[in-house]
């Protein structure tokens, strides 16, 4: 079982900066793959993000590169999505997940078994 407490969200300017972290409970926490989601009002689920566990391989949504970075820190069971540059549209709750077995496929990440319960993320003009 992994258990995931994301934290970070906020009010923030456009163009501004914020910097999420997901904590993680679990021995093995180090062995999965997790990535960020979000959510906005209206919307569906978007993927935002991946990182493998050996953190030596990361996905990212197109409409975030170059703006979103993700990291992981497995001596302290948490992983970071730094974001810059944030504009209007990234508005949104952000979900943070893990899967053991997840592929990444047509700009999505599939396969988590574990969510947490979200931080929102407000930007505003």
């Known amino acids: 079982q992994v258990q995931l407490v994301e934290s970070g969200g906020g009010l923030v300017q456009a163009g501004g900066s914020l910097r999420l972290s997901c904590a993680a409970s679990?021995?093995?926490?180090?062995?999965?793959?997790v990535g960020w989601f979000r959510q906005a009002p209206g919307k569906g689920r978007e993927f935002v993000a991946a990182?493998?566990?050996?953190?030596?391989?990361?996905y990212y949504t197109d409409s975030v590169k170059g703006r979103f970075t993700i990291s992981r820190d497995n001596a302290e069971n948490t992983v970071y999505l730094q974001m810059s540059s944030l504009k209007l549209e990234d508005t949104a709750v952000y979900y943070c997940a893990a899967g053991l077995r997840g592929y990444y496929s047509d700009n999505y990440y599939y396969g988590m078994d574990y969510w947490g319960k979200g931080t929102l993320v407000t930007v505003s003009s």
């Open positions: 990182i493998r566990w050996s953190g030596g391989s990361t």
């Open positions: 679990g021995r093995t926490f180090s062995t999965y793959t």
